[in-house]
């Protein structure tokens, strides 16, 4: 299992989505989720209305390969008419092991139809449905329920789909028993690198699932 911060590897809550934030977490071998929205027309870091104060995606991808370009990277994008120009950044600083996830469905065709790694979502909320064939992953949560949907995520997993796990810290629950249920997963699922864990708490993430 892979396990990426959400928001940057933060220490307090004004730190997140910020370069602090991505700089902890690329520096110790962490990718992570992120937020994208348009801002004056100019591609930003923001998980809710951005501002002139609010990183670049440039700025962000820069940073990025100064590390790992290999990391994964989660990118939560928050408006529609985004993919042509996410896609260009991607492709000038050859980034391949990505995905975008969150949004709308006719905007979800712009970037299938573009070739890029689309996750559909799935939750108690969201059913599979045609486009989960087209889709490299499945971004699997859960907003109410803290334990985990182990027969999606074999079934996801044997069809050749990555999935990545919210963890329920990202809903303000405690995420005790899904991560329980995680570790007793079959080895085959565990120790793939299919699988991923978003997480806010990637020093507990570390202790807990890869520290003996």
Known sequence: MISISHRG?????????????????FSQGFGTETDIRDYCG????????????SISFEKFLNLFISYDHRLPLALNIKADGLAKDINEFLKFYKIDNYFCFDMSIPDTLHYLE????????RSEYEAD???FFY?????????????????NVAKYLELGKKVCIVSPELHRRDESEMW???????SEYY??????????????VVEYFYEK
Request: glycine content about 2%.
């Open 135 to 151: 889709a490299k992953g499945i971004w699997l949560d859960s907003f109410h329920a803290n334990s985990l949907d182990n027969e």
């Open 114 to 121: 573009k070739d890029m790694n689309v996750f559909m979502r």
């Open 129 to 131: 449905n045609e486009l």
């Open 191 to 204: 120790s793939s690198d299919q699988l991923l864990l978003c997480t806010d708490k990637i020093e507990k």
């Open 9 to 25: 590897y933060w220490l307090n809550p004004s730190e997140k989505n910020s370069i602090a934030a991505f700089k902890r977490s």
């Open 180 to 186: 329980k249920e995680i570790k007793a997963l079959p």
């Open 42 to 53: 100019e591609l930003v870091i923001s998980h809710d209305i951005p501002s002139k104060e």
